[in-house]
């Protein structure tokens, strides 16, 4: 950093300069609330479409699931491990009941053929706390026969693309760097997992191009990448399944 470039944030304190060195290291990175971003997506590709919001219980009781039905989603499906809260159901009484509610784990191998498919899949705040990130986007796409709409927690690219941390059982001084501050709790990245919570813990931090690469494994073709500071958004649209594992019908020549 030069002299004027100095002057220029003098005064303005080291969050200014931590700012100005990131846009000029990732020029593509977004500013404001991805919420915004999220409702924006969701309006853009739900009218007249079946939509599934996976994970949609914790502390937001369904918001997603709602925003799709006000926007004209033709039907609309919440799934959470979680039981359904009174503010979801008063919320869900008040549109008639409009609003299916499937209690399940993503990774419960049985979830898809209990829930169906369909056309829209918005699944936010769920990959870091799962310990097969691959598995529980098979499942994604089990569900999934059209778009899909993923956010998740991440980290800024590095140098090495693909790249992903695993946080259990990092030291407490690599936690302190990889910490995103504000108020909510975030077992697992700033504080030690505690192995017996399960999903309450944070497990996975991958970056932009790591998540691509995932999706791109399971089934899926990234058409639009948002990237903020703490979060990756993708739109992605169902394709054939490019990767296969597991025995083979006959062996090798």
Same mark, same amino acid.
């Given at each position: ?154 980290? +800024? ?20 760097? +990889? ?75």
């Amino acid at each position: 950093m030069n002299g004027k470039t100095r002057d220029r944030f003098a005064g303005h304190g080291r969050g200014t300069i931590a700012r100005w060195i990131r846009r000029r290291r990732y020029p593509g990175l977004l500013e404001g609330k991805p919420e915004d971003l999220w409702r924006e997506l969701i309006a853009r590709h739900v009218p007249g479409r079946s939509f599934a919001d996976v994970g949609c219980m914790w502390r937001v009781d369904g918001a997603y699931s709602f925003h799709a039905l006000a926007k004209g989603a033709a039907s609309v499906t919440g799934i959470d491990i979680n039981p359904a809260t009174a503010a979801f159901a008063e919320k869900n009484a008040a549109v008639h009941d409009r609003v299916r509610f499937v209690q399940s784990d993503l990774n419960d191998p049985t979830l898809p053929d209990r829930a169906g498919e369909f056309d829209v899949v918005f699944c936010s705040g769920v990959l870091y706390h799962v310990p097969n990130p691959i598995f529980s986007l098979e499942q994604l796409r089990r569900l999934c026969r059209g778009t899909l709409i993923l956010t998740t927690a991440s980290i +800024l690219e590095r140098k090495t693309p693909h790249s992903a941390v695993f946080l259990p059982y990092l030291g407490p001084g690599v936690r302190e760097r +990889l910490d995103f501050g504000g108020p909510a709790r975030k077992r697992g990245l700033d504080s030690a997992v505690i192995e017996r919570r399960g999903y309450a813990n944070w497990l996975w931090l991958p970056t932009p191009s790591c998540l691509r690469a995932m999706i791109r494994f399971v089934g899926f073709e990234t058409l639009a990448s948002y990237e903020h500071r703490h979060v990756t958004t993708l739109v992605a649209r169902a394709v054939a399944v490019e990767a296969q594992w597991g025995p083979r019908a006959e062996p090798p020549a």
